[in-house]
Nanobody
Framework: QVQLVESGGGLVQPGGSLRLACAAS????????MSWYRQAPGMERELVAH????????MYADSVKGRFTISRDNAQNTVLLQMNSLKAEDTAVYYC??????????WGQGTQVTVSS
């Protein structure tokens, strides 16, 4: 049974940093592409960052390039999202997602990130 559990969200001031973690279990983690999405109130869910299973190549939404870094630890079955220089518009629920080699998507429950002074 695939499980994705996010942690690390919270309240942070503008300009601050947070590190989100997603603990994965129930599947061959190293074979799955992993992503972070976010959804703000009244908005559609959007892709924030993605890391491939092979070679760990990454891609980012334009809005977070240069501020966010996605990484994965295949030994620990964990994917991280380091978020720096946070802005109010980064406020959202952040979701971890896993995509199987045959294209099926799995989702975590999400973790709230609030950027406010």
């Amino acid at each position: 049974q695939v499980q994705l559990v996010e942690s690390g969200g919270g309240l942070v001031q503008p300009g601050g940093s947070l590190r989100l973690a997603c603990a994965a279990s129930g599947f061959t983690f190293s074979s799955y592409a992993m992503s972070w999405y976010r959804q703000a109130p009244g908005m559609e869910r959007e892709l924030v960052a993605h890391i491939r299973s092979a070679f760990g190549s990454t891609m980012y939404a334009d809005s977070v390039k240069g501020r966010f870094t996605i990484s994965r630890d295949n030994a620990q079955n964990t994917v991280l999202l380091q978020m720096n220089s946070l802005k109010a518009e980064d406020t959202a629920v952040y979701y971890c997602s896993a995509k199987s080699p045959w294209g099926r998507d799995y989702w975590g429950q999400g973790t709230q990130v609030t950027v406010s002074s």
